[in-house]
């Protein structure tokens, strides 16, 4: 017997409907992390360096398994993959036993990666006169640069501000991601 399917969007919106309740708990938890984030910056800081230390032991842990355990690689490339994940795991440990380095190198690498983004935009901008909307791809290059600096001369305000935006937007997206799951629930 055959399945039809049918892409009317009130079904489509109807099926979403009745799974409203994830909506509303995801809302729910972003809310709850901003309030976190605005509550305790400093801690929030120091959960995402923990992360970040976490993140690297994992994936050098699936980099060094990986390396072994995929057949069609080459030599060359196994021993890539097993340095590459000994590398992430030595880096992982280190992040997680000084927290303090963590957030000053997360800093500097966000401040850099700001100042080259904004230099780029800017050139890539002045370079094409046909680009659209070229003075607001100038004007964000130029506050991307600007951004980049203000991180890497203060990398700790910088950091705590970082955060602040993050709580408030986390809260400001909760909260419509709660209004959006009661939206769903009346479809």
């Known amino acids: 017997m055959a399945t039809t399917y049918r892409n009317d969007p009130a079904d489509v919106l109807g099926g979403i409907g009745r799974h409203?309740?994830?909506a509303l708990a995801f809302g729910i938890v972003t809310l709850l992390a901003g309030v976190v984030a605005l509550v305790w910056?400093?801690?929030t800081l120091v959960v995402i360096a923990v992360l970040f230390g976490i993140q690297l032991i994992v994936a050098g842990i699936f980099r060094f398994v990986a390396a072994f355990a995929v057949d069609d690689e080459s030599t060359g490339a196994r021993v890539l993959f097993a340095l590459l994940g000994v590398l992430a795991l030595i880096v992982g440990i280190y992040a997680l036993r000084h927290i303090l380095v963590t957030l000053a190198s997360l800093a500097l690498l966000l401040g850099i990666y700001w100042v080259i983004n904004g230099?780029?935009?800017?050139?890539?901008a002045l370079s094409h006169r046909g680009l659209p909307h070229r003075g607001w791809t100038i004007a964000m290059g130029?506050?991307?640069?600007?951004?980049g600096l203000v991180v890497l001369f203060n990398p700790t305000i910088s950091l705590l501000t970082l955060t602040f935006v993050l709580g408030i937007w986390l809260i400001i997206f909760g909260i419509m991601e709660i209004v959006l799951a009661f939206r769903l629930r009346s479809v």
């Open 20 to 22: 409203w309740g994830w």
């Open 41 to 43: 910056p400093g801690r």
């Open 119 to 124: 230099v780029v935009e800017v050139f890539t």
């Open 142 to 147: 130029v506050l991307s640069v600007v951004a």
